[in-house]
């Protein structure tokens, strides 16, 4: 959609108005799912990467990075990664299989990625998930052990217990 621009201030108030704001309630969305995950893990002594700090990014080339994940957390014998979409996509599963075929120095354990989705209804992102469970076919078979993704869907956040629980056996390894 183009927007008309009379001025400066009318340049600012068309940006407030326009994709941050939608921007701004996906990431709240996404920092409300992450919180009972990461109380968990606190609870469990881990530490929690998160974000695009240092030590929470894949290079990729030059100056272009992967998030490891929203939320990581490393145990002895995988890394444990929570991704949060309130948009749908799969960037953040396909991504996985290009840093364990191009950068396995970097990823040198096992993945257990749980990737979970926000969904209004039962029909939203409906192409987004279809897509998401042909390339998690594609990737098992061209990388076979190296990764365990499993997604999720959530309707309110009262629905993620039983996934926070799940993430809680990986932790303490049952």
């Known amino acids: 959609m183009v927007r008309p621009q009379k001025s400066g201030k009318d340049k600012k108030y068309w940006k407030n108005k326009g994709n941050e704001h939608m921007s701004d309630k996906r990431k709240n969305l996404e920092q409300q799912a992450l919180n009972q995950f990461e109380d968990i893990a606190k609870k469990h002594g881990y530490r929690i990467f998160k ?71 039962s029909a939203d992102y409906g192409s987004h998930l279809a897509l998401w469970d042909f390339m998690w076919d594609q990737m098992k078979n061209a990388i076979g052990s190296s990764i365990k993704a499993s997604r999720y869907t959530y309707c309110d956040l009262k629905e993620l217990g039983p996934i926070a629980g799940e993430f809680e056996r990986y932790l303490i390894g049952k």
């Open 51 to 121: 974000k695009q700090g240092l030590d929470n990014r894949i290079p990729v080339e030059g100056n272009t990075f992967f998030q490891f994940g929203d939320l990581r957390v490393e145990t002895k014998t995988h890394y444990i990664v929570i991704e949060v979409e309130s948009a749908g996509g799969i960037t953040n599963l396909v991504k996985f299989w290009y840093c364990i075929k191009k950068r396995p120095n970097i990823v040198k354990k096992p993945i257990i990625l749980m990737h979970i989705f926000y969904q209004g209804s």
